[in-house]
Protein backbone atom coordinates (compact mmCIF):
# COMPACT_ATOMS: atom_id res chain seq x y z
CA UNK A 1 0.00 0.00 0.00
CA UNK A 2 1.47 3.68 -0.90
CA UNK A 3 1.28 5.99 1.62
CA UNK A 4 -0.31 8.89 1.66
CA UNK A 5 1.20 12.04 0.02
CA UNK A 6 -1.36 14.70 1.47
CA UNK A 7 -1.72 16.35 4.70
CA UNK A 8 -5.82 15.71 4.27
CA UNK A 9 -7.66 13.28 6.10
CA UNK A 10 -10.55 13.81 4.01
CA UNK A 11 -11.43 15.99 1.03
CA UNK A 12 -14.80 16.77 0.47
CA UNK A 13 -17.36 14.65 1.82
CA UNK A 14 -14.69 11.82 0.92
CA UNK A 15 -11.90 9.84 3.20
CA UNK A 16 -8.71 9.44 1.43
CA UNK A 17 -7.68 5.14 1.55
CA UNK A 18 -4.78 5.73 -0.33
CA UNK A 19 -2.62 6.95 -3.32
CA UNK A 20 -2.85 5.49 -6.38
CA UNK A 21 -0.91 7.40 -8.64
CA UNK A 22 1.37 10.81 -9.12
CA UNK A 23 2.25 12.54 -12.01
CA UNK A 24 3.55 16.03 -12.54
CA UNK A 25 0.19 17.52 -12.93
CA UNK A 26 -2.19 15.62 -10.66
CA UNK A 27 -2.09 12.86 -7.97
CA UNK A 28 -4.59 10.26 -7.49
CA UNK A 29 -6.16 8.60 -4.28
CA UNK A 30 -8.53 5.79 -3.68
CA UNK A 31 -11.41 7.38 -1.43
CA UNK A 32 -14.45 6.56 0.30
CA UNK A 33 -17.57 8.62 0.38
CA UNK A 34 -18.83 9.03 4.57
CA UNK A 35 -22.20 8.73 3.30
CA UNK A 36 -23.12 7.05 0.42
CA UNK A 37 -21.83 3.33 0.23
CA UNK A 38 -19.50 4.57 -2.33
CA UNK A 39 -15.60 4.27 -4.04
CA UNK A 40 -14.26 6.58 -5.55
CA UNK A 41 -11.18 8.12 -7.47
CA UNK A 42 -10.18 11.36 -6.15
CA UNK A 43 -7.84 13.32 -8.87
CA UNK A 44 -6.34 16.26 -6.97
CA UNK A 45 -4.24 19.15 -8.89
CA UNK A 46 -0.58 18.85 -8.19
CA UNK A 47 1.18 22.30 -6.62
CA UNK A 48 2.32 24.76 -9.15
CA UNK A 49 0.10 23.30 -12.26
CA UNK A 50 -2.43 24.78 -14.73
CA UNK A 51 -6.23 24.15 -12.99
CA UNK A 52 -7.85 23.95 -16.10
CA UNK A 53 -6.01 20.47 -16.48
CA UNK A 54 -8.05 18.65 -13.69
CA UNK A 55 -11.30 20.63 -14.32
CA UNK A 56 -11.06 20.40 -18.40
CA UNK A 57 -10.91 16.20 -17.71
CA UNK A 58 -14.00 16.65 -15.36
CA UNK A 59 -15.97 18.72 -17.69
CA UNK A 60 -15.14 16.14 -20.50
CA UNK A 61 -16.16 13.28 -18.61
CA UNK A 62 -19.23 15.11 -17.43
CA UNK A 63 -20.51 15.80 -20.98
CA UNK A 64 -20.13 12.42 -22.39
CA UNK A 65 -22.35 10.46 -20.13
CA UNK A 66 -21.94 6.97 -21.39
CA UNK A 67 -22.14 3.59 -19.86
CA UNK A 68 -18.34 3.37 -21.71
CA UNK A 69 -17.02 5.65 -19.77
CA UNK A 70 -16.22 6.30 -16.19
CA UNK A 71 -18.77 8.87 -14.67
CA UNK A 72 -17.76 11.87 -12.78
CA UNK A 73 -19.53 12.64 -9.26
CA UNK A 74 -18.40 15.77 -8.41
CA UNK A 75 -15.68 18.19 -7.82
CA UNK A 76 -14.18 21.38 -5.09
CA UNK A 77 -11.37 23.34 -3.52
CA UNK A 78 -9.01 21.92 -1.64
CA UNK A 79 -8.19 24.66 1.24
CA UNK A 80 -4.96 25.69 -0.40
CA UNK A 81 -7.37 26.42 -3.92
CA UNK A 82 -6.29 23.50 -5.88
CA UNK A 83 -8.75 21.78 -7.86
CA UNK A 84 -10.43 18.23 -7.31
CA UNK A 85 -12.85 16.16 -8.73
CA UNK A 86 -14.19 12.32 -8.03
CA UNK A 87 -15.17 10.29 -10.33
CA UNK A 88 -16.33 6.48 -10.76
CA UNK A 89 -13.79 3.50 -9.08
CA UNK A 90 -14.20 1.08 -11.94
CA UNK A 91 -13.15 -2.36 -11.01
CA UNK A 92 -12.04 -4.95 -13.84
CA UNK A 93 -8.77 -5.70 -15.60
CA UNK A 94 -7.22 -4.10 -18.36
CA UNK A 95 -6.60 -5.49 -21.62
CA UNK A 96 -2.83 -4.68 -20.95
CA UNK A 97 -2.51 -8.23 -19.68
CA UNK A 98 -4.43 -9.82 -22.41
CA UNK A 99 -2.19 -8.83 -25.01
CA UNK A 100 -0.32 -12.43 -25.98
CA UNK A 101 -1.85 -13.80 -29.12
CA UNK A 102 -4.67 -16.24 -27.72
CA UNK A 103 -5.75 -14.61 -24.18
CA UNK A 104 -8.88 -13.30 -26.24
CA UNK A 105 -10.55 -15.46 -28.50
CA UNK A 106 -11.75 -13.80 -31.91
CA UNK A 107 -14.94 -13.16 -31.36
CA UNK A 108 -14.78 -11.36 -28.26
CA UNK A 109 -12.00 -9.47 -29.82
CA UNK A 110 -14.25 -8.33 -32.62
CA UNK A 111 -17.36 -7.55 -29.89
CA UNK A 112 -14.52 -5.51 -27.90
CA UNK A 113 -13.22 -3.35 -30.84
CA UNK A 114 -16.87 -2.77 -32.19
CA UNK A 115 -17.53 -1.99 -28.38
CA UNK A 116 -14.87 0.96 -28.27
CA UNK A 117 -15.69 1.96 -31.73
CA UNK A 118 -19.43 2.90 -30.42
CA UNK A 119 -17.85 4.91 -27.13
CA UNK A 120 -15.03 6.76 -29.57
CA UNK A 121 -17.87 7.15 -32.07
CA UNK A 122 -20.13 8.59 -29.11
CA UNK A 123 -17.21 11.25 -27.93
CA UNK A 124 -16.72 12.07 -31.51
CA UNK A 125 -20.08 13.50 -32.26
CA UNK A 126 -20.15 15.17 -29.22
CA UNK A 127 -16.79 17.12 -30.32
CA UNK A 128 -14.64 14.99 -27.90
CA UNK A 129 -11.43 13.38 -29.22
CA UNK A 130 -9.75 11.00 -26.60
CA UNK A 131 -6.03 11.61 -27.93
CA UNK A 132 -4.63 8.89 -25.77
CA UNK A 133 -5.78 5.78 -26.32
CA UNK A 134 -3.95 2.42 -24.93
CA UNK A 135 -4.58 -1.10 -23.26
CA UNK A 136 -3.94 -0.01 -19.92
CA UNK A 137 -6.65 2.87 -20.14
CA UNK A 138 -9.49 0.44 -21.16
CA UNK A 139 -11.20 -2.04 -18.30
CA UNK A 140 -12.96 -5.34 -18.93
CA UNK A 141 -15.85 -4.71 -16.66
CA UNK A 142 -18.13 -7.73 -17.65
CA UNK A 143 -21.39 -7.37 -16.52
CA UNK A 144 -21.28 -5.31 -13.17
CA UNK A 145 -21.49 -1.92 -15.11
CA UNK A 146 -24.37 -3.08 -18.06
CA UNK A 147 -21.58 -2.58 -20.50
CA UNK A 148 -18.43 -4.64 -20.83
CA UNK A 149 -15.72 -2.18 -21.49
CA UNK A 150 -14.67 1.46 -19.80
CA UNK A 151 -12.88 4.21 -21.29
CA UNK A 152 -11.38 5.13 -17.70
CA UNK A 153 -8.59 7.68 -18.51
CA UNK A 154 -9.65 10.80 -20.75
CA UNK A 155 -7.11 13.45 -19.11
CA UNK A 156 -5.28 14.47 -22.39
CA UNK A 157 -8.86 14.73 -24.34
CA UNK A 158 -9.61 17.60 -25.65
CA UNK A 159 -12.75 19.64 -27.77
CA UNK A 160 -12.63 19.97 -31.55
CA UNK A 161 -12.24 23.25 -30.99
CA UNK A 162 -8.55 22.91 -29.04
CA UNK A 163 -7.34 20.24 -31.15
CA UNK A 164 -5.15 22.93 -32.95
CA UNK A 165 -3.07 23.15 -29.87
CA UNK A 166 0.19 21.15 -29.87
CA UNK A 167 -0.02 18.02 -28.49
CA UNK A 168 2.81 15.84 -27.35
CA UNK A 169 2.38 11.94 -27.03
CA UNK A 170 4.08 10.27 -24.04
CA UNK A 171 6.95 7.40 -24.29
CA UNK A 172 3.93 4.80 -23.71
CA UNK A 173 1.85 6.22 -25.78
CA UNK A 174 4.44 6.65 -28.31
CA UNK A 175 3.04 3.16 -30.48
CA UNK A 176 -0.20 4.13 -30.50
CA UNK A 177 0.00 7.68 -31.75
CA UNK A 178 -1.16 8.95 -35.19
CA UNK A 179 1.99 9.00 -37.69
CA UNK A 180 0.24 12.71 -38.66
CA UNK A 181 0.69 13.50 -34.59
CA UNK A 182 4.08 12.21 -34.51
CA UNK A 183 4.86 14.70 -36.94
CA UNK A 184 3.66 17.88 -35.66
CA UNK A 185 -0.17 18.13 -37.15
CA UNK A 186 -3.22 18.77 -35.15
CA UNK A 187 -5.07 15.40 -33.95
CA UNK A 188 -8.32 14.71 -34.59
CA UNK A 189 -10.85 12.05 -34.61
CA UNK A 190 -9.28 9.81 -37.42
CA UNK A 191 -5.98 9.95 -34.70
CA UNK A 192 -8.48 7.75 -31.87
CA UNK A 193 -9.22 5.18 -35.15
CA UNK A 194 -5.70 5.17 -35.55
CA UNK A 195 -5.05 4.11 -31.85
CA UNK A 196 -8.03 1.75 -31.95
CA UNK A 197 -6.10 -0.43 -34.56
CA UNK A 198 -3.13 -0.39 -32.91
CA UNK A 199 -5.33 -2.17 -30.36
CA UNK A 200 -6.67 -4.55 -32.33
CA UNK A 201 -4.09 -5.76 -34.23
CA UNK A 202 -1.98 -6.27 -31.18
CA UNK A 203 -4.49 -8.40 -29.81
CA UNK A 204 -5.27 -10.56 -32.69
CA UNK A 205 -1.01 -10.75 -33.36
CA UNK A 206 0.15 -10.15 -30.44
CA UNK A 207 2.79 -7.67 -31.82
CA UNK A 208 3.18 -3.69 -32.63
CA UNK A 209 2.02 -2.94 -36.23
CA UNK A 210 5.32 -1.95 -36.65
CA UNK A 211 7.53 -4.02 -35.46
CA UNK A 212 9.32 -6.99 -37.36
CA UNK A 213 8.15 -7.34 -41.00
CA UNK A 214 7.86 -3.57 -41.79
CA UNK A 215 6.93 -2.34 -45.96
CA UNK A 216 8.14 0.83 -47.27
CA UNK A 217 5.08 1.75 -49.62
CA UNK A 218 6.50 4.13 -52.94
CA UNK A 219 5.81 7.60 -51.26
CA UNK A 220 8.08 6.70 -48.39
CA UNK A 221 5.94 6.15 -45.91
CA UNK A 222 6.30 2.94 -43.88
CA UNK A 223 3.09 0.34 -43.99
CA UNK A 224 2.53 -1.94 -41.26
CA UNK A 225 2.52 -6.23 -41.90
CA UNK A 226 -0.87 -7.19 -43.51
CA UNK A 227 -3.17 -8.65 -40.77
CA UNK A 228 -4.32 -11.42 -42.51
CA UNK A 229 -0.34 -12.23 -42.91
CA UNK A 230 0.01 -12.70 -38.90
CA UNK A 231 -3.38 -13.86 -38.35
CA UNK A 232 -4.27 -15.99 -40.96
CA UNK A 233 -7.23 -17.58 -39.56
CA UNK A 234 -9.31 -14.28 -38.55
CA UNK A 235 -12.22 -13.15 -40.76
CA UNK A 236 -11.16 -11.55 -43.80
CA UNK A 237 -13.76 -8.77 -42.80
CA UNK A 238 -12.24 -7.62 -39.67
CA UNK A 239 -8.40 -8.40 -41.10
CA UNK A 240 -9.25 -5.34 -43.70
CA UNK A 241 -10.99 -2.89 -41.26
CA UNK A 242 -7.70 -3.25 -38.81
CA UNK A 243 -5.89 -3.02 -41.35
CA UNK A 244 -7.83 0.63 -42.76
CA UNK A 245 -7.89 1.66 -39.39
CA UNK A 246 -3.61 1.63 -39.62
CA UNK A 247 -3.27 3.40 -42.78
CA UNK A 248 -0.75 5.87 -42.66
CA UNK A 249 -3.17 8.87 -44.42
CA UNK A 250 -5.65 9.69 -41.55
CA UNK A 251 -8.30 9.97 -44.70
CA UNK A 252 -8.07 6.34 -45.71
CA UNK A 253 -9.11 5.41 -41.95
CA UNK A 254 -12.59 4.61 -41.60
CA UNK A 255 -14.31 6.99 -38.95
CA UNK A 256 -15.03 4.96 -35.14
CA UNK A 257 -18.83 5.33 -36.54
CA UNK A 258 -17.94 3.11 -39.47
CA UNK A 259 -15.27 0.51 -37.06
CA UNK A 260 -19.04 0.22 -35.18
CA UNK A 261 -21.09 -0.51 -38.00
CA UNK A 262 -18.80 -2.73 -39.75
CA UNK A 263 -18.25 -5.22 -36.79
CA UNK A 264 -21.82 -5.07 -35.39
CA UNK A 265 -22.22 -6.68 -38.85
CA UNK A 266 -19.60 -8.85 -38.77
CA UNK A 267 -20.74 -9.47 -34.95
CA UNK A 268 -24.21 -10.52 -36.44
CA UNK A 269 -22.81 -12.49 -38.77
CA UNK A 270 -20.62 -14.51 -36.96
CA UNK A 271 -23.74 -14.82 -33.92
CA UNK A 272 -20.97 -12.89 -31.49
CA UNK A 273 -22.85 -12.83 -28.18
CA UNK A 274 -23.93 -8.47 -28.35
CA UNK A 275 -22.97 -7.93 -24.22
CA UNK A 276 -21.11 -9.84 -21.92
CA UNK A 277 -20.91 -13.50 -22.64
CA UNK A 278 -17.24 -14.86 -23.46
CA UNK A 279 -16.46 -17.83 -25.87
CA UNK A 280 -13.92 -19.77 -25.41
CA UNK A 281 -13.13 -21.29 -29.01
CA UNK A 282 -14.57 -20.16 -32.05
CA UNK A 283 -15.62 -22.67 -34.87
CA UNK A 284 -14.02 -21.51 -38.08
CA UNK A 285 -14.95 -24.41 -40.09
CA UNK A 286 -16.21 -25.07 -42.13
CA UNK A 287 -14.92 -21.43 -43.66
CA UNK A 288 -18.18 -19.00 -43.88
CA UNK A 289 -18.60 -17.42 -47.16
CA UNK A 290 -20.20 -13.92 -46.21
CA UNK A 291 -21.82 -11.12 -48.52
CA UNK A 292 -18.98 -8.25 -48.42
CA UNK A 293 -20.23 -4.81 -46.48
CA UNK A 294 -21.41 -2.23 -49.05
CA UNK A 295 -17.64 -0.85 -48.63
CA UNK A 296 -15.46 -3.32 -49.44
CA UNK A 297 -17.58 -4.74 -52.18
CA UNK A 298 -15.77 -4.41 -55.75
CA UNK A 299 -18.63 -3.86 -58.44
CA UNK A 300 -16.69 -5.42 -60.94
CA UNK A 301 -17.09 -8.94 -59.61
CA UNK A 302 -21.02 -8.53 -59.16
CA UNK A 303 -22.90 -10.26 -61.68
CA UNK A 304 -26.80 -8.68 -62.55
CA UNK A 305 -28.82 -12.12 -62.78
CA UNK A 306 -31.97 -11.70 -64.95
CA UNK A 307 -35.20 -13.98 -64.35
CA UNK A 308 -37.39 -13.89 -67.85
CA UNK A 309 -40.98 -14.58 -67.19
CA UNK A 310 -42.15 -17.81 -68.31
CA UNK A 311 -44.09 -17.34 -72.10
CA UNK A 312 -47.87 -17.73 -72.62
Known amino acids: ?87 ELVEGTTIASSLAPGAIDRTDIIALIRDLGEVLAHAHYRGIVHGNLRPDKVMLTGRQRGYPVCITDWSDARAHDATAAPHTPSVASWYYTAPEVACGDAIDDRADVFSLGVIAYRLLTGVLPFEGHIATALDGTTQHAPTELRCPDAPRELTNMVDQMLAYDRWDRPSASEVNQDLTWLA ?45
Open 1 to 87: MMARATSFERIGEYRIERQLTRSASCIEYRAEHLVLPRRAVLKVMAPNVAPLLVLREACILEALHHPGVVRVYESGLLPDRRPWFAR
Open 268 to 312: EALAVPTRGLRIRRPRWTPPLDFTPHDRHRDPELEVETVIEPDEA
